[in-house]
């Protein structure tokens, strides 16, 4: 190996050799700066010297470094010395998993031990996007007590060619021997990875069940004289069963196997959690699932694949032997459940509802990247038809078959929106209005009453009937639905304003406190009552859960995520919404010749840029991170972003060196966290819970959007020297923007009529903006102080105004349109710097389908 002890890369001293591989030599080294031991990985020069290569290397490795997981190997750096190009990881110390196999196959429960460690890992990747590309055992270690670590996350991707130019070298094969090569290692490619195909998180799996065989029978599954009759195998033929090869492993465990092995992706596992849950269960039920039963011949293997196994490991362990009855039927509900796909196009399903003959569906949807529209659709048929009412999504059927619809849906916050709620027969005619300001509607059993969520003011507020308040808040209700005895409400409560996140709750129709169903913290959720009005089903979280109005709770169903709960049938059917979703940056600076996307992991939500427009500040919000945001920090062109810490950001400082957020769920502080060396600085508790905040020009104070217990919000002026919190105006103002003029003297904020007006630092009454629409959004003050960049957040494409507040004269700046619009539904927030020359936007798309489900109990 080609570098000395006590050699230096970096800040890494060299101590020792440690192996050499096709990812590059790995060396024992010392972190001078915090004197612990690390593992150095020296990259091959053909990669170091390939300006592609390179750029492609350090985008893997910012994904991989995000990863936090105890069963992925934690990267902590990556540099350049002398030409060479280098990581820093986390150092293990213990065996390989091919060392542990040098003598044959591993006992049971070690075995699931080890697997069910690597499958958490996996899962954990491939919830956030990454896929491996290069699993194998010598990419395994096991630790000296045990842990199991992967290897090489997100780095195999570097040394194989693109999916278009792997396409044109299908015959191409390097030794086994050698791994890492273009087209991964040859014993543990998936058929679409031999193929020369694009590959995804399954042909991980793949992977994975190739390594689950190996280490239960001791030999590989696909081993051949040469590469490319080891490729042919993995294309067209079965290994031998693993009951022939080892007849005691568990009948559970060889069906694990078959179903990672199967060649089509789709007879894989739909989400990688799922396989790591299955084992879980095999290993906590080891000696029930000890059972053994007769061997089926590779054919028969072959045939049952789509049947037994897409029914799901649960039916084919209940066939079987009984094995793990009460946890499976617990998780998937009744042994058969089916289900049906009904909707075929691209786009978004914003909400779907039975008609009370439980055939026929109606919902709203965003196709193609046209505005939402009404669509109908019968059960058996792949055929939708458009009702004809333009921009129109519907909220619920009435008993009678009249529909309660949202006329122009407009998001004004993240995920919160509001239109004007209207009535219609589901036979046709023209909606008749009945209230502006809604979120969200149902009707009452006999079909006669609406509930409905809307804003009033600065609050939102549940009624039933219109006029009758039952429920009050500060942020957020959506998913209103009436229990079939019409007794009880249950609904979505969001305590932050446009998050996605929220509880379950329910309230009696005639009045009372509210209770929460869902505990912990807020998550993402769905809810339908079910027809005996004895549950309320949710889907929240990768489960479908039914939640008993005494408290008691059980699991239903699975999932691989991304599942919504739309509406349940008056006979029991179920009608799901499967999504993917993500949200994208794309920004501008002068010193780049065109927009850029931004984008880190998969929901990336900017907030802020530093006056020269080089820096962007925004968090992660999604799977990636879970519930746990991280802020980041970024240059403008595209390079590694920084960590700054956990939170939700508002604001960068005017002199860059600060970002201001709040570090926890309950937003109850303000925390500046640096931009550089230094430590946070904490602003102090003062029972506050913050829904906003920025910088005054000076850099000294903030500007915030506080709520206080039993009062309603107002803002807040703070120094960030310390001090408590001093109150700017009354109740029931706010601001969700860059709201402070360049003299300090003004502030663009929302009144307690929810109207948007200029206020006085000093007390003074507010003053109206003359040519504001009322759909129009502040974004930012011009540099000069005399107008304000508005747009309006749900249009497409986004059209951004300079305002000027004094005349009223409207300048259009700039129009934004994604090049791909499906499933966009608005572009918000728009963040830009003083003088206009740079910007970033951020949009949410969400790609969904309808499902119909049955059998699930």
């Not at 109005?549 to 239903?556: Q, Y």
């Not at 530093?610 to 879970?626: H, T, Y």
């Not at 494409?797 to 300079?802: G, K």
């Amino acid at each position: 190996m080609g570098i000395s002890p006590g050699s230096r890369l970096g800040p890494y001293e060299i101590l020792s050799p440690l192996g050499v591989g096709g990812m590059g030599e790995v060396y024992k080294a010392r972190d001078t700066r915090l004197s612990r031991e690390v593992a150095v990985k020296v990259l091959p020069a053909d990669l170091s010297g390939d300006a592609d290569r390179r750029a492609r290397f350090e985008q893997e490795a910012r994904s991989a470094s995000a990863l936090n997981h105890p069963n992925i190997v934690t990267l902590y750096d990556i540099g350049t010395q002398d030409g060479a190009l280098f990581i820093a990881m986390e150092m293990v110390e213990g065996r390989s998993l091919r060392e542990l196999m040098a003598g044959g196959s591993l006992p049971v429960r070690k075995l699931l031990d080890i697997s069910v460690q690597m499958a958490d890992g996996l899962a954990k990747a491939h919830s956030a996007g990454i896929v491996h590309r290069d699993l194998k055992p010598e990419n395994v270690m096991v630790s000296r007590d045990g842990f199991v670590k992967i290897l090489d996350f997100g780095l195999a991707k570097l040394v194989q060619a693109p999916a278009a130019e792997v396409s044109n070298l299908p015959t191409v094969v390097e030794p086994a021997t050698r791994p890492g090569t273009v087209m991964g290692t040859v014993g543990y490619m998936s058929p679409e990875q031999a193929s020369g195909q694009s590959v995804d998180f399954r042909s991980d799996q793949f992977a994975f069940g190739s390594i689950l065989y190996e280490m239960a029978t001791g030999k590989r599954a696909f081993q051949r004289a040469t590469g490319v009759e080891t490729m042919s195998a993995i294309i067209r033929e079965e290994p031998e069963p693993v009951a022939r090869a080892n007849p005691s492993a568990p009948a559970p465990l060889r069906w694990i196997v078959e179903r990672c092995l199967a060649k089509d992706p789709e007879d894989r596992y739909a989400s990688t959690r799922d396989l790591a849950r299955d084992l879980a269960s095999v290993r906590d039920h080891l000696s029930e699932a000890s059972v053994s039963e007769p061997v089926a011949a590779p054919a028969a293997l072959a045939r049952r694949r789509r049947g037994v196994l897409a029914a799901g490991l649960a039916a084919a362990a209940l066939l079987a032997a009984g094995v793990l009855a009460g946890r499976w039927t617990t998780l998937r509900g009744s042994p058969n459940p089916s289900f049906r796909r009904m909707t075929f196009r691209r786009g978004a399903v914003l909400t779907a509802r039975f008609a009370p003959d439980g055939q026929t569906l109606v919902y709203g949807a965003a196709w193609e990247g046209n505005p939402v529209e009404i669509f109908t659709t019968r059960v058996g048929s792949p055929e939708s038809r458009s009702l004809g009412l333009p921009s129109a999504d519907v909220l619920a059927v009435s008993s009678s078959g009249e529909l309660a619809i949202l006329l122009n849906r407009r998001y004004v916050v993240g995920w919160e929106s509001r239109g004007t709620l209207a009535r219609v027969p589901l036979s046709g005619g023209a909606p008749r209005q009945v209230l502006e300001d809604v979120e969200d509607a149902d009707w009452s059993p006999d079909g006669k009453e609406l509930a409905v969520t809307r804003q009033l003011g600065d609050r939102r507020r549940l009624e039933y009937p219109i006029g009758k308040v039952l429920y009050e808040t500060s942020g957020w209700i959506n998913n209103v639905r009436i229990s079939p005895d019409g007794r009880s409400i249950a609904f979505v409560d969001h305590p932050s304003r446009g998050d996605s996140l929220g509880n379950a709750c329910v309230i009696d129709s005639g009045g009372g406190q509210k209770r929460a169903l869902t505990t912990g913290d807020p998550a993402t959720v769905t809810l339908a009552w079910t027809p005996r009005g004895d549950e309320i089903w949710c889907a929240w979280g990768q489960r479908i859960r039914a939640l008993g109005l005494s408290g008691k709770e059980r699991v239903v169903a699975s999932s691989p995520g991304g599942l919504g709960l739309a509406d349940i049938s008056r006979d029991g059917q179920i009608l799901l919404e499967r999504r993917t979703q993500r949200r994208e940056i794309v920004g501008f600076s002068p010193s780049g010749s065109r927009e850029r996307n931004l984008t880190w992991l998969d929901w990336s939500l900017p907030s802020g840029l530093s006056p020269d427009g080089k820096v962007i500040l925004f968090d992660e919000q999604g799977q990636a991170v879970d519930a746990n945001y991280q802020v980041y920090l970024q240059q403008m062109d595209g390079s590694l972003p920084a960590l700054l810490g956990q939170g939700s950001s508002f604001d960068l400082s005017p002199d860059g060196q600060w970002a201001l957020t709040t570090a926890t769920s309950a937003q109850d502080e303000l925390v500046l966290l640096p931009t550089g060396p230094g430590q946070p600085k904490r602003l102090g508790k003062w029972k506050i819970s913050y829904q906003w905040a920025c910088f005054f020009p000076d850099g000294r104070r903030v500007l915030a959007t506080g709520i206080e217990p039993g009062r309603r919000s107002r803002l807040f002026i703070q120094d960030i020297s310390g001090g408590q919190p001093r109150a700017l105006t009354p109740e029931g103002v706010s601001a969700l923007w860059k709201a402070v003029s360049p003299d300090e003297k003004s502030i663009v904020a929302a009144g307690p009529d929810g109207r948007i007006a200029i206020y006085s630092v000093s007390p003074a009454e507010p003053k109206p903006i003359a040519g504001l629409d009322p759909d129009d959004l502040p974004i930012r003050w011009t540099s000069d102080g005399r107008g304000l960049y508005v747009s309006k957040p749900w249009e497409m494409p986004a059209r951004v105004y300079v305002l000027d507040v004094a005349t009223g004269r409207r300048t259009l700046w700039k129009e934004i349109l994604p090049p791909d619009p499906a499933g966009i539904l608005g572009l918000w927030p728009v963040v830009i710097t003083p003088d206009g020359k740079s910007y970033a936007y951020s949009y949410r798309r969400v790609l969904s389908d309808l499902f119909l489900a049955q059998g699930l109990k």
